[in-house]
């Protein structure tokens, strides 16, 4: 068990909605960061978070957002959604320059 | 893209034979990690090595690094049949702040 919770760990939606992804992360881990695992892309950086601070940006669409709240727990809101968002949506928590650790992640499938 | 490559992007092995898997990545980088990923779940932690570090050892694993070649090599010994999984490098660029970026990974079939 890694400390970092996920949830839902399975979402079945339709293509135009709204959904968000909840991470709690490790007790005292004042970075999340969230990642997007694809076959055709792979596991993608979309955004990291710090002490409540959006701290790095990557391949992260304008239909997704996120945030991380006082409790440091993070929200990722995806809306619009396409077929091609169907991925592994992963969190992951950490103190900076050393190792991450990864929730199990909620499987979104846009139908 | 993704930073890291690696190579091979499958290897099949009976256990008990030596695994080892490369990565080469373009950038400077202050550190690089190596996660493995059972079929469909969250990526557990390996080992990490620093760019001033040239090898690393863990259990049954050994991390080599060459900043010269921008290459990592990971060497699972003695494999079991439950080390079979993805394994991923990732590297944590000195101009990223701590966000890891990942290769494709290799996937691993150690057969009984």
């Known amino acids: 068990d890694s400390g970092v919770t996920q949830t839902p760990k399975h979402l079945i939606t339709a293509t135009g909605q709204r959904v968000t992804l909840r991470c709690s992360p490790r007790?005292?881990?004042?970075?999340v960061y969230w990642y997007q695992q694809s076959l055709d892309q792979g596991l993608q950086f979309l955004i990291q978070?710090?002490?409540?601070?959006?701290?790095a940006k990557g391949n992260i669409l304008e239909r997704f957002s996120a945030q991380q709240f006082p409790d440091l727990h993070s929200e990722l809101n995806l809306s619009s959604l396409e077929l091609g968002d169907s991925a592994l949506y992963f969190c992951?928590?950490?103190?900076?320059?050393?190792?991450?650790?990864f929730g199990s992640g909620t499987q979104l499938s846009v139908l | 893209s993704q930073q890291g490559e690696e190579d091979p992007q499958a290897l099949s092995i009976q256990e008990g034979e030596n695994a080892t898997m490369n990565c080469s990545y373009k950038?400077?980088?202050?550190?690089l990690q190596w996660y493995r990923q059972n079929s469909g779940r969250g990526l557990v932690h390996l080992i990490l090595?620093?760019?001033?570090?040239r090898e690393k050892h863990s259990g049954r694993l050994r991390v080599t690094l060459d900043t010269s070649k921008k290459s990592s090599s990971l060497l699972i010994t003695a494999s079991r049949a439950a080390d079979t999984a993805s394994y991923f490098c990732?590297?944590?660029?000195?101009?990223?702040?701590?966000?890891?970026?990942f290769g494709e990974g290799t996937q691993l079939t150690v057969n009984p």
């Open positions: 007790s005292g881990d004042l970075s």
């Open positions: 990732a590297t944590m660029k000195e101009t990223s702040g701590s966000r890891l970026t």
């Open positions: 090595i620093r760019s001033n570090e």
């Open positions: 950038t400077s980088i202050n550190n």
């Open positions: 978070y710090y002490n409540g601070e959006e701290r």
């Open positions: 992951a928590s950490g103190q900076g320059d050393e190792k991450l650790f």
